[in-house]
């Protein structure tokens, strides 16, 4: 536990919140102290652990596989060259699986979306208060008072994270939806199927719920299971620190498998619904 | 759990990522892999065309050895015929020059034989004369006697 002073409730409740940074209702911009400030700001708000964890480790994705991608050469390659290697072509192998389209963005986008994940989903099986008493900490070297400091370490549990990446995910099914099949295919395919145009409010109502429900399918479904995993870290982080090691040890290791699931099942649904924004018949 | 800013801010980061990763990442290490994979393959593909090559060379020596050999062989069967035929052919020429030097020495000896029985003849027929002459103790005709002679000797 993080201080004896405080109740179970309060120190979850620490844990769930953002560092937020934004526009108070009085005009002026800062530093939330609690959950009520934070939620006031309303929209114009910056998640800044958010931005700031998941920027850390799309950068760390980007360095390691831009060093793979310059030391690529025709030889044989060895160690880590190879494990980025191995990666590439599990992705490449599932693109060329699912996606029978021709698009040099889906592949990228795929790996993109898998290793940024897993990155993200990774930081879930650092102990959960290790991070925030460390800004904590910090904080009160500037003279911040600790209760007012918030850190949420995982960004997929931060909804703004996953609807983020799943509106991405969206905008691309749009673009290549009306590109591939011209704006009058594609309202063609929302309006005439499956029961003929003269049901056309029942059908735009049923594929308008199939097209909404990708990217919310999407961003729910890994924020939904990383957050619950976070939220069981942080109460078994509640019991006596002699025992939590034997709750905690098992839940990490099947996190592990949720870790890896969660990216892969993102990845692959990524590359199904642009598969099917490539499709042209019906 | 508030929606706000940060949601556009993420998709824009995710945008960026995603470009990036498709600009500088994806297609060198592909690109590697792929020409890689090709490399190996055109040396595994090499390696069994010289395989084929070997034994192909190593089938093209042994039937040039084969047939070497059974040109040697006929080589030296035609040679063992050749001097076959020459050394018959020297028996035989051998064998006539020997009938012809016979032959020859023969008629030398007839016409020798010949010749000097005619000398004979003659020194019969003189010696003949001279015992006559002696016998008669006569001019006689020589003339008349010589062709009666020369008759003689001839019926001889």
């Given at each position: 536990m993080a201080s004896g002073e405080l109740t179970s409730s309060a120190y979850i409740k620490h844990h769930l919140q953002n560092l937020t940074y934004g526009k108070f209702p009085d005009g002026h911009w800062g530093f939330a102290e609690n959950a009520i400030e934070a939620k006031e700001?309303?929209?114009?708000?910056?998640h800044v652990d958010t931005l700031g964890f998941s920027f850390v480790l799309g950068a760390l994705f980007l360095f390691l596989f831009a060093n793979a991608a310059k030391r690529a050469s025709i030889d044989a390659p060895s160690g880590f060259q190879n494990f980025i290697e191995s990666i590439i072509d599990f992705i490449d192998d599932n693109v060329r699986g699912s996606f029978k389209g021709q698009n040099r963005m889906v592949a990228p986008l795929a790996l993109t979306t898998f290793i940024w994940i897993i990155l993200m989903n990774t930081m879930?099986?650092?102990?959960?208060?290790w991070l925030p008493v460390l800004a904590q900490k910090i904080g009160a070297i500037f003279g911040i008072d600790p209760q007012h400091v918030f850190l949420?370490?995982?960004?997929?549990?931060d909804p703004n994270m996953t609807f983020g990446m799943s509106i991405g995910i969206f905008l691309l099914i749009l673009f290549y939806s009306v590109k591939e099949k011209g704006l009058g295919g594609f309202l063609g395919e929302l309006t005439l199927h499956?029961?003929?145009?003269?049901m056309l409010p029942a059908n735009l109502f049923l594929e308008g719920v199939n097209l909404l429900a990708k990217p919310v399918s999407l961003a729910l479904r890994l924020f939904g299971n990383m957050y619950a995993g976070e939220m069981i870290f942080i109460l078994i982080a509640l019991l006596p620190f002699w025992i939590q090691w034997s709750l905690s040890l098992p839940w990490a290791i099947f996190h592990i498998l949720i870790v890896l699931l969660q990216a892969f099942i993102f990845m692959t649904l990524v590359i199904v619904y642009m598969d099917m924004a490539h499709q042209k018949e019906h | 759990m508030n929606i706000n800013l940060t949601l556009v801010g993420e998709t824009i980061m995710f945008a960026m990522f995603v470009w990036f990763c498709m600009k500088f990442i994806w297609p060198p290490l592909v690109d590697a892999m792929a020409a890689r994979k090709k490399s190996i393959e055109d040396g595994l593909k090499a390696a069994e065309r010289g395989k084929e090559e070997h034994a192909q060379a190593k089938q093209n020596a042994e039937e040039l050895l084969a047939s070497t050999k059974n040109q040697a062989a006929d080589i030296i069967a035609n040679a063992d015929k050749q001097a076959n035929v020459m050394i018959d052919n020297a028996k035989g020429a051998a064998s006539e020059e020997a009938d012809k030097i016979k032959v020859h020495a023969k008629a030398e000896l007839d016409q020798e034989i010949v010749k000097a029985r005619n000398e004979l003849k003659g020194q019969v027929s003189t010696l003949v004369m001279q015992g006559v002459n002696s016998v008669l103790e006569k001019e006689v005709d020589t003339k008349t006697h010589k062709d009666m002679l020369s008759k003689l000797s001839k019926s001889l």
């Open positions: 700001m309303g929209f114009m708000a910056l879930d099986l650092v102990p959960v208060d949420k370490v995982v960004p997929t549990t499956p029961f003929g145009k003269w | -």
